[in-house]
């Protein structure tokens, strides 16, 4: 089953990674950058804060505790509510390589991404 991103036919999405295989393997994007998150996610940021507001910034992590891994970012068009950075989704058990039982649910297509 699709993962349940909660996408939909108007978004656009921006791929961003380092590794160029990658760029747009599981689902097109409307714009791919190579290029390593940590450098590139800043100006992404504030490209993204002239044109749209209510940006929401969802870390993925692997594990609990550790540094993201990957970033989502959702934005509205126009709006002037600010920025918030949510919680983050983290994907695995603290050991082995189990999902968490969130990152489980939307896996399998059980549950949406909340955000």
């Known amino acids: 089953p699709q993962m349940q991103w909660g996408t939909d036919d108007d978004m656009k999405i921006i791929h961003i ?35 749209f507001g209510a940006l929401s910034i969802l870390p993925i992590v692997p594990r609990a505790g550790e540094a993201a891994s990957r970033v989502l970012v959702r934005g509205i068009k126009g709006s002037r509510a600010p920025a918030k950075l949510l919680s983050p989704l983290i994907l695995h058990l603290e050991k082995g390589h189990d999902f968490s039982p969130e990152a489980d649910n939307i896996f399998s297509g059980r549950a949406r991404l909340d955000w």
Do not use: C, K
């Not at 590794?19 to 950058?33: M, N, Y």
């Open 17 to 51: 990674d380092i590794d160029p295989d990658e760029v747009g393997r599981i689902q097109g994007p409307e714009i791919g950058i190579v290029a390593d998150l940590a450098d590139a996610l800043p100006e992404l940021l504030a490209s993204l804060s002239s044109r």
